[in-house]
């Protein structure tokens, strides 16, 4: 299961669309949720927004990759900020992908670590 964490709800839907048409089972949200959940829901890869209308997806990530139950699990960052690539290395993404995206790239990205 693929998890998005994306407050645009049009970008959110356009994920989902594109994912469950590739075949992935999707579950999106609008905010971040605890490591408790995402234990509970076990994705095979987090597709994260940065920019949140509650908090940051960089910290949800740093939270993330910390935990020794949850660090296994990739994290892609997905947003439009300045230097994703840095923010991404700073909080231990896995990867990032730059808005506005390819949905190619998404596809694939989402294919390189969840497969």
Same mark, same amino acid.
């Given at each position: 299961?693929? #998890?998005?964490?994306?407050?645009?709800?049009? =970008?959110?839907?356009?994920?989902?669309?594109? !994912?469950?048409?590739?075949?992935?089972? *999707?579950?999106? @949200?609008?905010?971040?949720?605890?490591?408790?959940?995402?234990?509970?829901?076990?994705?095979? !890869?987090?597709? #994260?927004?940065?920019? @949140?209308? *509650?908090?940051?997806?960089?910290? !949800? +990530?740093?939270?993330?990759? %910390? /935990?020794?139950?949850?660090?296994? =699990?990739?994290? *892609?960052?997905?947003?439009?900020?300045?230097? @994703?690539? $840095?923010? &991404?290395?700073? +909080?231990?993404? %896995?990867?990032? #992908?730059?808005?506005?995206? /390819? #949905?190619? $790239?998404?596809? &694939? =990205?989402?294919?390189?670590?969840?497969?």
């Amino acid at each position: 299961m693929i #998890l998005i964490i994306e407050d645009d709800k049009d =970008i959110q839907d356009l994920m989902v669309y594109i !994912l469950r048409d590739e075949g992935f089972q *999707v579950v999106a @949200l609008a905010e971040t949720i605890s490591l408790q959940d995402i234990l509970e829901r076990d994705p095979a !890869l987090i597709l #994260l927004d940065d920019r @949140l209308a *509650v908090g940051r997806g960089r910290d !949800l +990530c740093r939270k993330l990759k %910390n /935990d020794p139950l949850t660090r296994r =699990i990739p994290v *892609v960052l997905v947003s439009a900020v300045k230097d @994703l690539g $840095e923010v &991404a290395a700073a +909080c231990g993404a %896995n990867a990032y #992908l730059p808005k506005p995206f /390819d #949905l190619d $790239e998404l596809v &694939a =990205i989402t294919q390189r670590f969840s497969l």
